[in-house]
């Protein structure tokens, strides 16, 4: 995963690094655009087609844009992810491992604890606070069990205990330079992610004791989940992706390290790739808000953390769409378990037919 070091510097502080601590996270592989932090470059779908250098720690995270733009999409979505949305992780395997039967009625106990105001139906807002309760208890799971990995990395005595920024360039080193410190590119990206983290920390820390806790380590590594960690989200793109360090970025800036070719291919008037073309449109359409040409800073904190960034909105409208039969906005208990496969996994589901069970 270390090609990308002989790119240019700028490239490398937010490029391999975001690579690399995603990576090292398990965090999902879609970084053709290595400027967006845990996010999608923008909406437009293009293919996944050289990341797998980011090897999966065993978690690897939703792609947001499976779901795509709202509503377009329900025959293609995927029931994994929708069941892992609504159990997490680890309580989805426990489903899929379970008989129909018990699924069923461990998904009804469920509901009781979704419908928060007991009137025996789940609004949609009750829906969208469960789901976002269930993301953010991913998110700590992850950070915790990355922390609990860097703190054995440099043989920490208390796992727990509050990270220092020595025990984490020690844990960072040996990850990316290891015992041999031969590997000149391996060194350079060490510095360079160095320098990244090094402000990330000191935005992280929010006690100032120089110390991360586990709190502010999930803050250090998903800052674009956090909103006091705004700055250093907009600065760590600038760095990278405003080339010419005039504040801005501008259309050529945008495209630069998505196609390299592409300030040159428009002037020879050469015909775009169609993802190229979708990611030029969603900059004018959509990123550049004031339509003055090139995005500002909060132009860009918009681009990488977008309102509906949370995607528990949107799984909520798709769940409804499934299974709101009567479309009364509020999903009862009978919808939901006449529809208990769009939201947990049972034993047949391994077998690999997500389709209909007319046979159970
Ligand atoms: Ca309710
Ligand atoms: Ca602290
Ligand atoms: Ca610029
Ligand atoms: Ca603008």
């Known amino acids: 995963m270390f090609s990308k070091a002989s790119a240019t510097l700028l490239l490398m502080l937010l490029g391999v690094s975001a690579l690399l601590l995603a990576g090292a996270e398990g965090g999902k592989d879609r970084h053709k655009?290595?400027?967006?932090?845990d996010a999608k470059p923008s909406d437009a779908e293009h293919e996944d087609d050289d990341?797998?250098?980011?090897?999966?720690?065993g978690d690897d995270h939703h792609d947001d844009d499976k779901h795509g733009e709202e509503g377009d999409d329900d025959d293609h979505h995927d029931s994994k992810y929708d069941h892992e949305s609504f159990l997490g992780r680890e309580e989805s395997h426990k489903f899929d491992e379970m008989s129909p039967?018990?699924?069923?009625?461990?998904?009804?106990?469920?509901?009781?604890?979704?419908?928060?105001?007991?009137?025996?139906?789940?609004?949609?807002?009750?829906?969208?606070?469960?789901?976002?309760a269930v993301a953010k208890g991913e998110?700590?799971?992850?950070?915790?069990?990355?922390?609990?990995?860097?703190?054995?990395?440099?043989?920490?005595?208390?796992?727990?205990?509050?990270?220092?920024?020595?025990e984490y360039k020690q844990a960072i080193h040996h990850e990316i330079i290891g015992d041999e410190p031969t590997d000149?590119?391996?060194?350079?990206?060490?510095?360079?992610?160095?320098?990244?983290?090094?402000?990330?920390?000191?935005?992280?820390?929010?006690?100032?004791?120089?110390?991360?806790?586990?709190?502010?380590f999930a803050?250090?590594?998903?800052?674009?989940?956090?909103?006091?960690?705004?700055?250093?989200?907009?600065?760590?793109?600038?760095?990278?992706?405003?080339?010419n360090k005039d504040g801005k970025i501008d259309?050529?800036?945008?495209?630069?390290?998505?196609?390299?070719?592409?300030?040159?291919?428009?002037?020879?008037?050469?015909?775009?790739?169609?993802?190229?073309?979708?990611?030029?449109?969603?900059?004018k359409e959509k990123l550049d808000i004031n339509k003055d040409g090139s995005l500002d800073p909060n132009e860009v904190y918009k681009w990488?953390?977008?309102?509906?960034?949370?995607?528990?909105?949107?799984?909520?409208k798709h769940l409804f769409k499934i299974t709101d039969e009567n479309k009364d906005n509020a999903l009862t208990k009978d919808e939901i378990l006449k529809k208990w496969e769009t939201f947990v996994g049972h034993q047949a589901t391994n077998y690999g037919n997500f389709g209909s069970h007319d046979e159970l």
Not at 103 to 128: C, F, H, R, Y
Not at 255 to 277: A, G, I, Q, S
Not at 304 to 316: A, Q
Request: no cysteine; aromatic share 6%.
């Open 184 to 216: 000149k590119s391996a060194q350079e990206t060490y510095n360079t992610q160095m320098v990244r983290d090094q402000a990330r920390w000191l935005k992280a820390d929010a006690d100032g004791d120089k110390l991360l806790n586990k709190t502010e």
């Open 33 to 37: 655009d290595p400027r967006v932090f």
């Open 219 to 243: 803050d250090f590594l998903h800052p674009e989940e956090a909103p006091s960690m705004k700055d250093i989200v907009i600065q760590e793109t600038m760095m990278n992706t405003d080339k």
């Open 304 to 316: 990488i953390v977008p309102d509906d960034f949370d995607h528990s909105h949107r799984e909520t």
């Open 51 to 57: 990341d797998d250098e980011t090897e999966s720690g």
């Open 251 to 283: 259309l050529n800036e945008f495209m630069k390290d998505l196609h390299p070719e592409y300030e040159n291919d428009v002037k020879n008037k050469k015909k775009l790739p169609d993802w190229v073309e979708a990611e030029e449109k969603q900059f």
């Open 101 to 132: 039967e018990e699924s069923k009625e461990k998904l009804t106990a469920l509901i009781g604890k979704i419908d928060t105001n007991n009137d025996t139906k789940v609004s949609p807002e009750e829906m969208q606070a469960w789901l976002a």
């Open 139 to 166: 998110r700590t799971r992850a950070a915790e069990s990355r922390f609990h990995n860097l703190k054995a990395t440099v043989n920490a005595k208390d796992l727990d205990s509050p990270l220092t920024l020595e």
